[in-house]
Structure formats: structure tokens, C-alpha cells
């Protein structure tokens, strides 16, 4: 545990209330936080741990896009939790936001109702919760919230493809991205005959996201940076990117290299180091590379003329 404050801590047995704010010990050095038992619990009890806890964001604003990058061990920072990717859970998230900002997480939107909440700052505020996610590693869990937010959407593939954006930027790049990501997706299933087993599949583009992109599962991060390099471009470089798709210039032949690589390399990833995860992170190489080694598979596969 990093950066967050338990205010209250219940433990229950078989639902009934057991003990209430029982001992609570911290190692910062190690981050872990112990919670002492008075009696041993026999092994075939049913104990809850319920915490109420606290934390923060790293940087406060009035605009912003809050993002989360759990790997390699910083889950801890967002909940309390065993934060080892052989050490799965299930998760059932709620987000209390303002009205006007957009939530989302590993699964859709299950319902949406106004609560009372002073995070609204002078704004009406709502309760989010999404579906349940299955057993899955705390690095894989995800969470953004934003607001100034433009949406693009694919039905291509079985599943629903999505990439969300600032509306500040130029949507050209990011719909070659919604087009990539579809294409990759079927590429995957029917080169394994392995169904991908998410209802949706976002991307998000994040402001100097700091690791480049995050390969959570259903939804995905990648920093604006890979492929809205526009920005900041001289004009006359500028004009080189609008026939985005023919590939004409070593600019443009850079941007999307950059594009392509990092969408595939997400969908690689997914399959070969979120499906398949390690006990423990010193066998990450493994999976990580064949990830790397795969996304360039497919996409010699996919643009063979390239």
C-alpha cells in the first residue's frame, strides 16, 4: 500500500460484523499494510475485509483527465491489495464524478444515478458503477476520468472498438488508429482461433502518458504523443500528414510507424501478458517479448507491401 490513508477497517464473518477497526501496522519501506487478527481464523471461514480509505491525485487542475498505470506496482497507490500479478481478484468499481465529466473503466457502464458529493465542486455529481470484472491481476485494472473528451467508434468487429480523444486534436490519426486497432483484433482471433473475451475495447489517448501505453484489459492507454505529433510541427510538415494514409513521406512514414507499432504491440500484448500472466514479475521478459516478436508478426501479415 503507497499514498493512500485507511480511515476505517471492518472485518466480517460469514456477514456478520466481527471485529471493528482492528490493529493496523505499516512498513512504508516495504508498502504493506498488516491488519492484526485477535484469534486464528480457521481455513474454511468466509472473512471479509472491508476498508474505507483515501488517496490522491498525483496533480490537482480545474480541466483534467485523471488515467491510471497500475503496472508494474502501483495498484497499491490506487486500493489496498495484494499488488502481484499472480494474486488475482474480482473487481466491482464506482466512480462518483461531476455530471459532466466521462468514466470509464475495464467493463461498460452498468448504471448511473446523481448522488450528493463534494467532489462536485458547484457541479451536480453521479455514481458510475460498472459490470463486474472477472479474476484478473490488480496491474490490469484501469480507470479514466476526463472531460473535453471526443469519441470515434468501430463496429468492424464483434465487439464495439472506440478511441477517445481530446477535442483539441485532429481526429485524422485517430480514426487510422480505430481502423488499425480493428483490423489487429481479427487478425488475433483468427490467427488463433481464440475468441477475445471482452464485451468493448477502448483506447484512450492520454496527455505525456508516461510509459508510451498500457495494454489493461478492454481498456487501453497510450500517450496522445505516438500519434498526434502534429502539434507540434512546423506548418509545412503539417501538410505532409493530411493524405494521411498514403504513406508519401519519411514524416509521415515515422508517425505511423509509431502508430502501428504501438496499437499492435497493445494487442499483442494483451493476449500474451494479460491472458497469460506470470506468478511473478521477474518472468515478464518472457511474455513481453514474444508480445513484441507477435505484434511485428502481425503487422508484416496485415500490410505485406509495407
Not at 501496522?25 to 504493506?32: E, F, H, M, R, S
Not at 494474486?87 to 466521462?102: G, M, N, P, S, V
Not at 503539417?238 to 499492435?264: A, K
Request: aromatic share 10%; glycine share 4%.
Amino acid at each position: 500500500m503507497r499514498d493512500l490513508d485507511i480511515e476505517r477497517s471492518v472485518i466480517v464473518e460469514d456477514g456478520k460484523k466481527l471485529v471493528s477497526n482492528p490493529p493496523l501496522t505499516y512498513n512504508k519501506q516495504a508498502q504493506i499494510a498488516t491488519v492484526s487478527f485477535s484469534r486464528t481464523i480457521p481455513a474454511d471461514s468466509s472473512i471479509q475485509l472491508q476498508l474505507t480509505f483515501e488517496g490522491r491525485l498525483n496533480d490537482q487542475s480545474e480541466k483534467f483527465i485523471a488515467s491510471t498505470q497500475m503496472q508494474p506496482t502501483d495498484a497499491r497507490r490506487a486500493f489496498p491489495c495484494f499488488d502481484k500479478p499472480g494474486l488475482k481478484a474480482i473487481f466491482i468499481i464506482t466512480f462518483i464524478a461531476r455530471e459532466d465529466q466521462i468514466c470509464l473503466s475495464n467493463r461498460e457502464v452498468a448504471s448511473v444515478g446523481f448522488v450528493d458529493s463534494d467532489c462536485g465542486k458547484g457541479y451536480r455529481t453521479k455514481a458510475a458503477t460498472f459490470h463486474r470484472i472477472p479474476l484478473m491481476s490488480t496491474y490490469l485494472v484501469a480507470f479514466i476520468v476526463g472531460q473535453d473528451l471526443r469519441l470515434i467508434e468501430s463496429h468492424d468487429f464483434r465487439v464495439p472498438v472506440r478511441v477517445y480523444t481530446g477535442t483539441d486534436r485532429d481526429l485524422r490519426l485517430a480514426n487510422y488508429a480505430l481502423k488499425l486497432a480493428t483490423k489487429t483484433m481479427k487478425f488475433y482471433e483468427q490467427r488463433y482461433d481464440f475468441r477475445f473475451p471482452m464485451p468493448k475495447l477502448d483506447l484512450f489517448a492520454v496527455p505525456n502518458f508516461q510509459t508510451g501505453a498500457m495494454e489493461t484489459e478492454a481498456l487501453r492507454n497510450l500517450t496522445s504523443r505516438r500519434y498526434y505529433m502534429t502539434r507540434n510541427l512546423k506548418m509545412g510538415q503539417r501538410r505532409n500528414l493530411l493524405p494521411v494514409l498514403s504513406r508519401t513521406s519519411y514524416l509521415t512514414n515515422r508517425v505511423l510507424v509509431h502508430l502501428e507499432m504501438t496499437v499492435d504491440r497493445l494487442t499483442s500484448t494483451h493476449r500474451f501478458s494479460c491472458l497469460i500472466t506470470t506468478d511473478i514479475w521477474d518472468g515478464t521478459c518472457l511474455n513481453e517479448g514474444f508480445a513484441t516478436w507477435m505484434s511485428i508478426y502481425a503487422l508484416n501479415s496485415l500490410y505485406s507491401e509495407w
